[in-house]
C-alpha cells in the first residue's frame, strides 16, 4: 500500500494541517508516522476512507443522483416484483419498507428503484443504504445493495447464515457471481471483532451498507459499513491488472433489495430503509438531446378531452435491454382556433393508453417511440397544466435540464424487466365552442 507523504515547515498553518491529516488517519484506519514539533513536520497518510475510490481526497463536492426514504409511505420510486406471496408493505413507525416471503414454494420479492444511476467516468460513486436482515433463516437468501438482475454490487445474507459480499457481472453474456466472498476471507476487515476497528457485524440490528466504486470498465469496488459514525471497509475488489475484462457491464444501476427461498423454508423478511446514490467530484448529465412532434394537427371537437402527442422508450435499445432515463426538458402546443386547456401527465405503462395509430422509433440512435393517435388515457400523475388562447402557443419547461435532483417524479423509464414503459402524454381540452387543430412538440433528454 503506497504512503503519501509532505514535509511541511513548522507553523501554524503545517500544525492545522497535521491536525486535519490525523482526523483524516483516524477515518482512514491506516498505520503511518505523523511527527509534529520540529522545524519539519513530516504527515504520512495511506488508503483509507479519506480517499475516494478514485484516491482523491473526499473533500470534493457531492452532487446526489438519487435519494430515498419511506416517510409517508412507500417511496413511489420503487419497482415491486413479488410472486408465490412475496409482498412490500410499509412499516409506518418504522420508516420502511418491509420485505416479506411466505412458506410457499419459490416465494419471493424484489424491492428496486425505477431509476438506474448514471455514471460518470473518472467520478467515484458513492452508495449507502440501511436495513436490517434479522435472523438467517434456512433456504432463504436476502440481499441488499446496487444491482440489478445482471450487474452490481450486493450484500447477502445466505440461508445458513454465512454473510458475503459479492460483484456480479454479465460479460459472459448471462449473469455470474463469480466473485462472491464470504466474511471469513474479507480482506480488509472481516467486521467479527477481530480486525483493527474492534467492529462485530450483527445483521439483526440496523446496519449501514456502503459501496464505492471506479469503473472506467476495470476499477476497484470498495464494501463496508458505517459503525459509530466511523467507515468501516471490509473487503476491497480489485480489477484493474488483474481481468482480462471488464469487471461488469453496466455501472448504470438501482439500488435493490430482495428475499427468495429454495426448497422447503418458514416466512422470513427483511427491512430495506434509505439510500442514497452520489456522484463524487460533481456531475453533469450526459446524454443525447432529441426532439419530435405531430407533423399533421389533431382535430380537437368542442369540450372533447384528448391525448394529442405522446413518447416512450422502445423495450430494447441496440438489441440490449433499455434501461435509459428519459427526462422532459421542454414542451409547445398550438391551437389554430379555439382556447385549451393543457396537462402533462405521466403515465405508468401502455395499459393506461389507448392509440389508434402505431408508435413510431424517433430515430435509430434514439431509444424513444413517439405517438401521434392516443384516443384515450387512464390513471397518471400530472406534471404541469395550464392554459392556450386561441390562436396561440404556450411553451413551458418542466424542469431545468442538467438538474436531474429537481423533481424526483420527472423522468420515464421501463419496468422491471424492460417490456413496459412508462409514458409522456401530452392531453388537451378544447374549451371553445368550435373545433380546432392541435399540435405538439417535445423535447427530452435520453440518459445513459
Known amino acids: 500500500m503506497a504512503i503519501i507523504s509532505k514535509q511541511v ?42 480517499l475516494d475510490a478514485f484516491g482523491r481526497l473526499r473533500v470534493s463536492d457531492e452532487y446526489t443522483l438519487g435519494d430515498y426514504k419511506h416517510l409517508y409511505g412507500l417511496d413511489p420510486n420503487f419497482i415491486d416484483v413479488t410472486a408465490n406471496g412475496g409482498s412490500v408493505t410499509f412499516q409506518a413507525n418504522q420508516a420502511c419498507a418491509r420485505l416479506s416471503i411466505t412458506t410457499a414454494a419459490n416465494s419471493s420479492v424484489i424491492h428496486q428503484t425505477k431509476f438506474y444511476h448514471q455514471y460518470m467516468s473518472g467520478k467515484s460513486q458513492l452508495i449507502f443504504s440501511t436495513f436490517n436482515l434479522y435472523a438467517a433463516t434456512a433456504g432463504v437468501t436476502k440481499r441488499t445493495g446496487y444491482f440489478d438482475t445482471n450487474n452490481g454490487v450486493y450484500f447477502e445474507q445466505a440461508g445458513d447464515g454465512t454473510l458475503s459480499l459479492c460483484v456480479r457481472t454479465y460479460t459472459s453474456g448471462s449473469p455470474s ?21 474492534g467492529f462485530n457485524l450483527d ?28 467507515p468501516i471497509i471490509a473487503h476491497e475488489f480489485e480489477h484493474s491488472n488483474v481481468l482480462p475484462v471488464v469487471y461488469m457491464s453496466n455501472p448504470n444501476l438501482p439500488v435493490r433489495c430482495e428475499v427468495s427461498t429454495s426448497g422447503v423454508h418458514a416466512a422470513a423478511y427483511m427491512d430495506q430503509i434509505c439510500s ?73 405503462n401502455a395499459a393506461a393508453f389507448t392509440t389508434g395509430t402505431s408508435w413510431v422509433d424517433v430515430n435509430t440512435g434514439s431509444g424513444v417511440q413517439y405517438n401521434v393517435g392516443g384516443t384515450a388515457y387512464t390513471d397518471g400523475e400530472v406534471l404541469d397544466s395550464g392554459y392556450v388562447a386561441a390562436a396561440q402557443s404556450s411553451k413551458g419547461a418542466i424542469t ?16 422491471y424487466d424492460s417490456t413496459d414503459s412508462e409514458i409522456y402524454v401530452f392531453v388537451v381540452t378544447n374549451l371553445g365552442n368550435n373545433t380546432s387543430n392541435v399540435g405538439a412538440a417535445f423535447q427530452w433528454r435520453e440518459i445513459y
Open 400 to 415: 431545468q435540464v442538467n438538474n436531474p435532483s429537481a423533481a424526483k417524479k420527472n423522468y420515464i423509464v421501463q419496468n
Open 177 to 197: 457471481d463469480v466473485e462472491k466472498v464470504a466474511q471469513s476471507s474479507w480482506n480488509v476487515d472481516k467486521c467479527n471483532g477481530t480486525g483493527a476497528s
Open 276 to 348: 442514497t446514490v452520489i456522484s463524487e467530484g460533481g456531475y453533469v448529465e450526459a446524454g443525447q438531446d432529441w426532439a419530435a412532434s405531430n407533423a399533421t394537427l389533431r382535430s380537437v371537437g368542442s369540450g372533447v378531452t384528448l391525448p394529442v402527442f405522446a413518447i416512450r422508450l422502445k423495450s430494447t435499445f441496440n438489441t440490449y435491454a433499455n434501461r435509459m432515463i428519459v427526462r422532459l426538458s421542454q414542451f409547445t402546443t398550438l391551437s389554430t382556433d379555439q382556447p385549451l386547456r393543457y396537462q402533462l401527465i405521466k403515465l405508468p
Open 9 to 50: 515547515g513548522y507553523s501554524q498553518e503545517s500544525t492545522l494541517l497535521y491536525e486535519i491529516l490525523r482526523e483524516l488517519n483516524r477515518l482512514s484506519g491506516v498505520t503511518g508516522s505523523i511527527a509534529n514539533g520540529s522545524a519539519n513536520t513530516s504527515v504520512s497518510y495511506a488508503d483509507g476512507w479519506g
Open 203 to 230: 445483521v439483526t440490528k440496523t446496519q449501514i451498507l456502503f459501496i464505492d466504486l471506479q469503473w472506467l470498465g476495470v476499477g476497484r469496488v470498495r464494501v463496508g459499513f458505517v459503525y459509530n459514525g466511523l
